[in-house]
T-cell receptor, first 117, second 114 residues
Framework: GAVVSQHPSWVICKSGTSVKIECRSL??????MFWYRQFPKQSLMLMAT?????????EQGVEKDKFLINHASLTLSTLTVTSAHPEDSSFYIC?????????????FGDGTRLSIL | AQSVTQLGSHVSVSEGALVLLRCNYS??????LFWYVQYPNQGLQLLLK??????LVKGINGFEAEFKKSETSFHLTKPSAHMSDAAEYFC????????????FGSGTKLNVKP
C-alpha cells in the first residue's frame, strides 16, 4: 500500500542549529503534504500545508521564518526548523495523499522526534 | 471552522469489556471524520473514516463508529477489548475548503487491564 516515509526518525542537536526533516511519498505523487506538531502527551496541531511548486500555507500562530517548508517535487516535502531552541523540541509528523479528488486518503509518516539541547 | 472534542483523556477497561471512546465534532459544513490510533513513539494508523456514505463505519481490529448528525458525534466502539488495544486514540475532522487538512481532538489514552 501507499507509504509515507519520514527521515530522520530521531534527531538531537544543539540550540541554535537548523534541522531539516524530510517527508517522502514512496509510491504516489502528492501535490500537497501536511505538517503537524505534537507536544508530549498532547494532540497533533496542524502547522502548515505544503504545496508542490509554491509557497506553503501556514496555520495561524506558526512562524513562517522559523519553520521553513519546501515542496520541490511531487514526492518530497521538507521542514526545516531554523535556529532551533529547546522549546522547538517536539514530535513532527507529515501526511500526504495521492490522487486528484477533493479528498485524498491521508497517509501519515512515522514521525520525527526532535530534541534540542 | 472545524473542531473535535474528545471526552475523557484516559479510559480504562478490562480485557473483554466494551470499549467506548467519545468524540463530538463541530463543523459548519458536512464533515469527514476519522479515528486514528497511535502507539508510543510511532505515527498514526487509520482505524476508520466517515466520508458521507454509510453512517455506521467499520474499521480495522474490530472497531466501528457511528456518525450521528443530530448529536454531532462519532464515538468509537469495540465490543471486546484486547490487551493490544492499549494505545492513544485520536478523533479528527476535515472539511470545508480542504478535506485533506485534519483537525485533531486532544486524544484518549486507552488502558486495558488484564
Amino acid at each position: 500500500g501507499a507509504v509515507v516515509s519520514q527521515h530522520p526518525s530521531w534527531v538531537i542537536c544543539k540550540s541554535g542549529t537548523s534541522v531539516k526533516i524530510e517527508c517522502r511519498s514512496l509510491d504516489f505523487q502528492a501535490t500537497t503534504m501536511f505538517w503537524y506538531r505534537q507536544f508530549p502527551k498532547q494532540s497533533l496541531m496542524l502547522m502548515a500545508t505544503s504545496n508542490e511548486g509554491s509557497k506553503a500555507t501556514y496555520e495561524q500562530g506558526v512562524e513562517k521564518d522559523k519553520f521553513l517548508i519546501n515542496h520541490a517535487s511531487l514526492t518530497l516535502s521538507t521542514l526545516t526548523v531554523t535556529s532551533a531552541h529547546p522549546e522547538d523540541s517536539s514530535f513532527y509528523i507529515c501526511s500526504a495523499g495521492g490522487g486528484t479528488g477533493i479528498y485524498q486518503p491521508q497517509h501519515f509518516g512515522d514521525g520525527t522526534r526532535l530534541s534540542i539541547l | 471552522a472545524q473542531s473535535v472534542t474528545q471526552l475523557g483523556s484516559h479510559v480504562s477497561v478490562s480485557e473483554g469489556a466494551l470499549v467506548l471512546l467519545r468524540c463530538n465534532y463541530s463543523s459548519s459544513v458536512p464533515p469527514y471524520l476519522f479515528w486514528y490510533v497511535q502507539y508510543p513513539n510511532q505515527g498514526l494508523q487509520l482505524l476508520l473514516k466517515y466520508t458521507s456514505a454509510a453512517t455506521l463505519v467499520k474499521g480495522i481490529n474490530g472497531f466501528e463508529a457511528e456518525f450521528k448528525k443530530s448529536e454531532t458525534s462519532f464515538h468509537l466502539t469495540k465490543p471486546s477489548a484486547h490487551m493490544s488495544d492499549a494505545a492513544e486514540y485520536f478523533c479528527a475532522v476535515s472539511g470545508g475548503n480542504n478535506f485533506n487538512k485534519f483537525y485533531f481532538g486532544s486524544g484518549t489514552k486507552l488502558n486495558v487491564k488484564p
